[in-house]
């Protein structure tokens, strides 16, 4: 089972700043997506990156691939309260069935 | 738009008794998933399921888990004698392959008693 660690656990922070949410890993991965978590509800996909050193934009959500496709960073700008949530990473493996495993979770509060 | 449905939606259930979750992935998919996250902690990797047959199980998934595709759209998974630990949000996924995205039903609450 490939580990993944998240960094923040826990970020509460200011409506309006900036924050910036780790993904690590020892092992490589074909594939590497992040889903958010609502309470009681089942992830929801958020985007999907494959290149090294890939970066995707969503509105004010930025995802990055590291470069040896071990680690990723979503960084998000002006935060508002409609992102409060459970952001998840998840590493694809292409082997056997394509299995996701997924980070620890940061559960993010942002305060109006 | 297509979505993972799971059935039911909360399942109570006495210790040592055996249910089954239901999963209806969506219909094109060809892969198959099973998760389950405890209350507060991370997502888990139960199983994974393709050509019909298992493709990886983890540790969690010992011989009190398995799992069925039994008329080709329900993909269920069993646990024959529930333990107290078992209580979690247990999430079926499915995908089309390769590195697509991976759709999750809304998940099932199994408490344990």
């Known amino acids: 089972t490939q580990l993944l660690e998240q960094s923040p656990q826990f970020l509460s922070i200011q409506e309006g700043e900036n924050l910036t949410v780790y993904c690590n890993s020892s092992?490589?991965?074909?594939?590497l997506q992040w889903y958010r978590q609502e309470p009681g509800e089942g992830p929801v996909l958020l985007v999907t990156?494959?290149?090294?050193?890939e970066v995707k934009k969503l509105k004010r959500l930025t995802f990055q691939f590291g470069d040896a496709r071990k680690d990723s960073s979503l960084h998000i700008t002006a935060a508002q309260t409609g992102d409060t949530g459970l952001y998840l990473c998840?590493?694809?493996?292409?082997?056997?069935?394509?299995?996701?495993?997924f980070g620890t979770g940061t559960r993010l509060t942002v305060i109006p | 738009e297509p979505e993972v449905t799971q059935t039911p939606s909360h399942q109570v259930t006495q210790m040592g008794q055996e249910v089954i979750l239901r999963c209806v992935p969506i219909?094109?998919?060809?892969?198959f998933y099973w998760y389950r996250q405890i209350l507060g902690q991370k997502v888990e990797f139960l199983v994974s399921?393709?050509?019909?047959?298992?493709?990886?199980k983890s540790e969690i998934f010992d011989d009190q888990f398995s799992v069925e595709r039994p008329d080709g759209s329900n993909f269920t998974l069993k646990i024959r004698s529930t333990k107290l630990e078992d209580s979690a949000m247990y999430f079926c996924?499915?995908?089309?392959?390769?590195?697509?995205?991976?759709?999750f039903g809304q998940g099932t609450r199994l408490t344990v008693v």
């Open positions: 219909s094109n998919h060809l892969y």
């Open positions: 092992s490589v991965f074909s594939s």
């Open positions: 399921f393709y050509n019909n047959e298992i493709s990886e």
């Open positions: 998840a590493g694809g493996v292409l082997t056997g069935a394509n299995n996701l495993f």
């Open positions: 996924a499915s995908r089309l392959g390769g590195n697509t995205e991976a759709f």
């Open positions: 990156v494959v290149t090294g050193g």
